[in-house]
């Protein structure tokens, strides 16, 4: 099985793409299509996971059995990991957000929060299958969806997609 997973920026896609390539046992591939990644458009049997660009709909084909949107619906806690994983190049590493840094970034993280909300409407239009990083590291709620769409009937690894997994911790450290 071919599965497209469709993403917005920081909203769980990676961490959503990896869990279900362990529940399926096929390969998967992340963001084959950035710039300067070394990862590679994958045959036969995967799972890929791309962020939302222009091209999305041109790669909504019969090539995927099956095709994902992700998004999250609270743009703040979003825009702030965008920013933070922005500025600092820690893509998919864990990080602590430093005392002070929402207040010192406030107008940047509404300005993200708008371009973010954008992204996410440009997913909701495609005639594809929607779940959210609320619905699925939160509330579980899309879950027994996602079973049923990529006919799942035993799940193995839903540790990966506990909450404890997130990138960002909730506390804050003091800069020195």
Not at 61 to 82: H, M, P, Q
Not at 113 to 135: A, F
Request: proline residues 3%; glycine residues 8%; hydrophobic residues 40%.
């Amino acid at each position: 099985m071919r599965i497209l997973i469709i993403a917005g920026t920081r909203v769980g896609g990676t961490a959503f793409g990896n869990w279900l390539s362990l529940e399926l046992g096929i390969p998967f591939s992340m963001e084959p299509n950035s710039i300067g990644n070394n990862n590679k458009w994958l045959e036969g049997d995967c799972v890929t996971k791309i962020i939302n660009s222009a091209i999305i709909p041109t790669l909504i084909n019969n090539k995927w059995d099956k095709v994902i949107g992700i998004t999250r619906t609270n743009l703040f806690e979003c825009a702030i990991s965008s920013l933070w994983g922005g500025d600092n190049k820690s893509e998919h590493n864990k990080y602590t957000l430093p005392i002070g840094w929402i207040e010192s970034n406030i107008d940047r993280i509404h300005t993200e929060m708008l371009i973010i909300e954008n992204m996410n409407k440009s997913i909701y239009i495609l005639p594809i299958y929607q779940i959210t990083y609320e619905n699925i590291f939160e509330t579980k709620l899309d879950i027994d969806g996602i079973k049923t769409y990529v006919g799942l009937t035993d799940l193995n690894y839903l540790n990966y997609l506990d909450t404890t997994n997130r990138l960002r911790n909730n506390t804050t450290t003091k800069l020195i």
